[in-house]
Structure formats: structure tokens, C-alpha cells
T-cell receptor, first 113, second 114 residues
Framework: AQSVTQLDSQVPVFEEAPVELRCNYS??????LFWYVQYPNQGLQLLLK??????LVKGINGFEAEFNKSQTSFHLRKPSVHISDTAEYFC???????????FGSGTQLTVLP | DADVTQTPRNRITKTGKRIMLECSQT?????MYWYRQDPGLGLRLIYY???????NKGEISDGYSVSRQAQAKFSLSLESAIPNQTALYFC?????????????FGAGSRLTVL
């Protein structure tokens, strides 16, 4: 079984500042990794995914994440945030059978003017 | 129209009542899921279905049941609702041919049990 830990439940940051949202996972097998975003009063939508290949993954809205196998991490970064990035962000993992997706507890990113 | 539609979007009910949340999709995906979201706990899987005849329990299936009426429809039932089932419920779909579990979510159904 897999598990996901999002180390920060809330991250406040000023507009145009960089941000990193941390995610660590636990698994005894190879995994797929995902970041989803949930805007207020909406469902989740895929931000980016790591399946294989390059460990640096680029997603929508200027976000990127780096898969680090030795540290079992998949941190999400953006060099300059906007007010519109205010949302809750979820890291998720599945094994290569892709039968189930396990989510972390979420990180609320609040971008301040 | 949304690719994944959940009804109702909001529901308030009383302890002991039977509740059904419905989900329909136009994505043509074969896999469907029900998740529950609680503050600070993220999303937890209740049930999932890989086709009409394949239904599986997830992490927190106790107190819930599901029905896959057709490839496009997957409903979640609470036979006798209790207050700790108050939560935001999400339906999601995926396509096994994608090779990875990329989910498409509905907008959610907020359930309050008094």
C-alpha cells in the first residue's frame, strides 16, 4: 500500500513570491505521482503527473514538480504566484497497477496581495 | 454540460434517512470512483468500479453501498445516514487505456446529516 504526507497544511505567500508545496510518499514499489488543485467550490483538476522519464515535470499554470526517488518526494513549485493560484493542492500516488489513487491531506495555498 | 455530473449538489437530511448521491459521465470512461473529502483528511476512497460488473470496496466503505447501473452511471447510497457522514462527496472517472490513474472529478455533493 502507498501513503502520502503533505508536510504543510497551510502556506501563505505574497503575490509574485516563489512557493514550494512539499509532498513525501511511501511505497515499496514503483509509483505514479500526481498533483491536483481544487479551487473554491469546485472539484479537483489535474495539475501535473509523473509517470516515467524526466524527473522534472511541468504542469499547467506555470507549476512544476520534481520527482526525487532517493528522498521519496514530489515537491510542487512555482517561481512567481498570482492571487488566482489561491486554492487547495493535493498530492496523490498510485502503484503501477493504477487500481487506486491515494491522496494526501492537502495544502491550502493562500496568495496575499 | 459537465463531463462528470453529480446530483444533488447540496443535501441536508436527518439521522436515519436513506440518501442516494448520483453520478453520470459523458467521458466514455470505464472506471468510476466515489471519494469523501473531510477538512484536514484529504480525499478517501469509498468504492470504485472498473466496469459494470466489477465493484470494489475502498478505504472507508462501511455505512455505504454503490450501484453501477450502466457504464456512465454510478450511484452512492447511505442506507441510514449518521452525522459523521457529513462531508463533501466526489465522483471521479478514469480510462484504463491511459496507462495511469488520471481522474476527472465532478463538482461535488455536499451532504449534511443532522
Amino acid at each position: 500500500a502507498q501513503s502520502v504526507t503533505q508536510l504543510d497544511s497551510q502556506v501563505p505567500v505574497f503575490e509574485e513570491a516563489p512557493v514550494e508545496l512539499r509532498c513525501n510518499y511511501s511505497s515499496s514499489v514503483s509509483v505514479y505521482l500526481f498533483w491536483y488543485v481544487q479551487y473554491p467550490n469546485q472539484g479537483l483538476q489535474l495539475l501535473l503527473k509523473y509517470l516515467s522519464g524526466s524527473t522534472l515535470v511541468k504542469g499547467i499554470n506555470g507549476f512544476e514538480a520534481e520527482f526525487n526517488k532517493s528522498q521519496t518526494s514530489f515537491h510542487l513549485r512555482k517561481p512567481s504566484v498570482h492571487i488566482s493560484d489561491t486554492a487547495e493542492y493535493f498530492c496523490a500516488v498510485s502503484d503501477r497497477s493504477a487500481r487506486q489513487l491515494t491522496f494526501g491531506s492537502g495544502t491550502q495555498l493562500t496568495v496575499l496581495p | 454540460d459537465a463531463d462528470v455530473t453529480q446530483t444533488p449538489r447540496n443535501r441536508i437530511t436527518k439521522t436515519g434517512k436513506r440518501i442516494m448521491l448520483e453520478c453520470s459521465q459523458t467521458k466514455g470512461h470505464d472506471r468510476m470512483y466515489w471519494y469523501r473529502q473531510d477538512p484536514g483528511l484529504g480525499l478517501r476512497l469509498i468504492y470504485y468500479s472498473f466496469d459494470v460488473k466489477d465493484i470494489n470496496k475502498g478505504e472507508i466503505s462501511d455505512g455505504y453501498s454503490v450501484s453501477r447501473q450502466a457504464q456512465a452511471k454510478f450511484s452512492l447510497s447511505l442506507e441510514s445516514a449518521i452525522p459523521n457522514q457529513t462531508a463533501l462527496y466526489f465522483c471521479a472517472t478514469s480510462d484504463h487505456t491511459s496507462g495511469a490513474n488520471v481522474l476527472t472529478f465532478g463538482a461535488g455533493s455536499r451532504l449534511t446529516v443532522l
